[in-house]
């Protein structure tokens, strides 16, 4: 399995942005699909998930600090995963990775939840 992110770029504040992560191999498998992030001097920290719930129906999580903004969706016929990012803050800035899961996660917003991570993609808010 192999995740490519991309999308990352320069905003300003107010600004908006979106991420995708391509995902190729056992497609078919994944149960849990995330984003975190990580900036200069932090932990990796939670940013949304969306997980699978039957055959088709899909439902999304959320930090705290990204509700209202973001949104993470996922599109089953190209195997993506996406990451809207609206009204950007300089606290946003951090290199954001996408990861996945195979099967069933009762915690999805932990690092050590996922299979399979991403290489990053910057992303940079200016005030």
């Known amino acids: 399995v192999q995740l490519q992110a991309s999308g990352g770029g320069l905003v300003q504040a107010g600004g908006s942005l979106r991420l995708s992560c391509k995902t190729s191999g056992r497609t078919s498998s994944m149960g849990v699909s995330a984003w975190f992030r990580q900036a200069p001097g932090k932990d990796r920290e939670f940013v949304a998930a969306i997980r699978r719930i039957g055959t088709s129906a899909y439902y999304a999580d959320y930090a705290d600090s990204v509700k209202g903004r973001f949104t993470t969706s996922r599109e089953s016929a190209n195997s993506t995963v996406y990451l809207q990012m609206n009204s950007l803050k300089p606290e946003d800035t951090a290199v954001y990775y996408c990861?996945?899961?195979?099967?069933?996660?009762?915690?999805?917003?932990?690092?050590?939840?996922?299979?399979?991570w991403g290489q990053g993609t910057q992303v940079t808010v200016s005030s």
């Open positions: 990861a996945a899961a195979l099967g069933f996660r009762a915690v999805v917003d932990a690092v050590a939840a996922y299979d399979y």
